[in-house]
Structure formats: C-alpha cells, structure tokens
Nanobody, 121 residues
C-alpha cells in the first residue's frame, strides 16, 4: 500500500481543516488506518485510528471531541476532519496503514509523506 496525505495548510485558531490520505493498491480495505503528527522538536505522536471496516475509531485525548477520522474504502481514502484547531495542533501530519489492531503503535507498516498543518494564534 502506498499512501499520500494532503490537505494541510495555514489556519487560524478555531478553524477547521480536512486532511485526506489516498492509498494505492487493492488491499487498502484490509488495513486499519491511523493518523500521526510530529511537531517541531517533538516526537511523533498518535492522533487517531480507524479499523479496516470503519466501525471503530480511536483518538488521542488531546484531539478527542475535535477531530474525526473516517474512511471510504470505495475511494481508497481515509480522512481526518479537524475542528476547533489550536496552535498546539501545529505539526506535520502523517497517515499510516496497520494490518491488525491500530492501537498497537509498533505495527504500522506503511507510511505516507506528511502534510503540514500550521495553526496561527
């Protein structure tokens, strides 16, 4: 699976962005998908994940209630809707594919290039 994330940009505090991650390959629907982010000078952190069928989602506490992950297997795409953005959400966001339980962070096999999100105060 090859992944390409896009949709980042510059937004003001309180604004919204929707990130997309397009996958190539017919096996996309077999993978759980996750979003991660890495802020300058910080380690990469988990943001959200969704199971292969889209029935179960997981979120980091820092984004719960503000971000929504979803997927469209017919379009081989996973989304991250980000609302009520804060300056601390500024980071490069990455999507990744997992063959099993997306809560197991060491199991992500495929990573897309990042898309940069900047939230101005």
């Amino acid at each position: 699976v090859q992944l390409q994330a896009f949709g980042g940009g510059l937004v003001q505090t309180g604004g919204s962005l929707r990130l997309s991650c397009a996958a190539s390959g017919r096996t996309f629907s077999r993978y759980a998908m996750g979003w991660f982010r890495q802020a300058p000078g910080k380690e990469r952190e988990f943001v959200a994940a969704i199971t292969w069928a889209g029935g179960i989602t997981y979120y980091a506490d820092s984004v719960k209630g503000r971000f929504t992950i979803s997927r469209d297997n017919a379009k081989n795409t996973v989304y991250l809707q980000m609302n009520s953005l804060k300056p601390e959400d500024t980071a490069v966001y990455y999507c990744a594919a997992h063959p099993g339980d997306p809560r197991r962070l060491i199991g992500y096999e495929h990573w897309g290039q990042g898309t940069e999100v900047t939230v101005s105060s």
